[in-house]
């Protein structure tokens, strides 16, 4: 969920992108916009989305949701995106003797950047559910102080009852933590030795997984957490390297890499769907999940590479909708809730197929909507480094202003 850097994408985006777009546009602070991520970021909250519709479709008419079941692996897509806009800035400084990382600056910006849209989320979902009430405000008040923290795993060893998704959230901020230990590795001068530790750690991770640790509170075994889950942060990690020293941040096209993109999605789909889907930070040796890091990996090494895929998910709509998958993350499958609710008169009666199709064209809307709205008002304003200067200064102007 972790944004790309760079202090000049408004700009880049605006020249391709029609007026109308230009309000809904990332505002990013550091380093060269990389449009292909956001439309990387586009397929990864589309699989999510198509998910819990299905979920819900599901739920409707009592028949399985089917292959969509894949699009819960949404979010190891996003793990190796973090991994890689993460991982870019320390692969410059120590691989190309850039400007060091303040890591004073790098924790800051996480939690001003990304702390904001998250907490707002969390209280206005509460305040939901309790006026639904249909959970007990004791529960919910210690989810709430939970989530808050991004300890709900590791106290509970289950998801919030605030906001389902947080789970994924809590790994990203425990890999947040560690990226800068990570990094060391790019202090190992020989690329064949540096990737091949990469390499190597990637898929063997995954023969010791699952890693369980018991909870705080005594309960079922905690399974979602970064140890579970490395080898798609490790990917970007890798992606990082070959992008920076081999690319020098500028990939020649290549027909190949179009021809690897197209074959490559059916490829994991077909391995994924064949192994059954995995539950929650729980691989088995199987080959779709020994090798599911390394496809994502070879996907977005691809992408990189090609000619129309990279047109493809650098068009501004994309782009744009990809650039704030934070906030449709963080409220979509409330909104989705919320919607089917109203609209479950139209919805049932069907077969899951015309129930999942009239979900997506009667929801989806609904969903890019109030998540525009959200990321306007929440999210975009964090986006700027100096927002809570900024704050501090109105109130301390105002203050002054009122004294006089």
């Not at 449709?328 to 069907?350: C, E, R």
């Amino acid at each position: 969920m972790l944004q790309s850097p760079s202090q000049h994408a408004p700009e880049v985006l605006a020249s391709g992108t029609r007026w109308w777009l230009r309000p809904f546009t990332r505002i990013t602070t550091s380093g060269d916009y990389i449009a292909e991520i956001d439309g990387l970021r586009f397929i990864a909250i589309a699989v999510v989305i198509l998910h819990h519709l299905g979920l819900q479709s599901q739920n409707l008419t009592a028949q399985s949701e089917g292959i969509l079941e894949l699009g819960q692996k949404g979010v190891e897509l996003f793990f190796a995106i973090s991994g890689f806009v993460l991982a870019v800035p320390f692969a410059r400084q120590y691989l190309l003797q850039e400007r060091p990382v303040s890591l004073k600056s790098y924790f800051i910006r996480r939690l001003t950047r990304l702390e904001p849209p998250y907490l707002i989320s969390l209280f206005l979902l509460f305040i939901l559910k309790l006026v639904s009430r249909d959970t007990d405000a004791d529960q919910l008040l210690k989810s709430l102080g939970a989530s808050t923290l991004y300890l709900h795993n590791w106290i509970y060893g289950t998801i919030s009852l605030i906001n389902g998704v947080a789970w994924s959230l809590e790994i990203e901020v425990q890999f947040y933590v560690l990226m800068p230990l990570l990094a060391t590795v790019f202090l190992i001068r020989n690329p064949l030795v540096r990737r091949a530790i990469l390499v190597i750690a990637m898929i063997g991770v995954v023969f010791i997984q699952p890693i369980r640790i018991g909870t705080a509170t005594g309960r079922p075994s905690l399974e979602r957490h970064l140890g579970n889950y490395i080898q798609f942060f490790l990917a970007g990690l890798l992606l990082a390297d070959v992008y920076v020293t081999n690319w020098r941040s500028k990939p020649a096209k290549a027909m190949w890499g179009d021809f690897v993109w197209l074959i490559g999605w059916p490829m994991l789909v077909w391995l994924l769907w064949r192994d059954g889907v995995p539950t929650a930070g729980v691989y088995p040796h199987t080959p779709g999940t020994l090798f599911f890091a390394p496809i994502v990996l070879i996907l977005y090494l691809s992408l990189f590479k090609s000619i129309l895929a990279r047109k493809l998910m650098s068009l501004p709509l994309i782009a744009t909708i990809g650039g704030m998958c934070y906030s449709i993350y963080l409220i979509h499958n409330t909104l989705i809730l919320l919607s089917g609710s109203v609209i479950a008169p139209v919805l049932t009666g069907h077969s899951f197929g015309v129930t999942m199709l009239l979900s997506i064209v009667l929801i989806t809307p609904v969903i890019l909507a109030g998540s525009a709205i959200y990321f306007i008002l929440i999210e975009r304003p964090c986006m700027r480094r100096d927002w809570p200067q900024r704050v501090w200064g109105l109130l301390f102007v105002e203050e002054k202003e009122q004294a006089a």
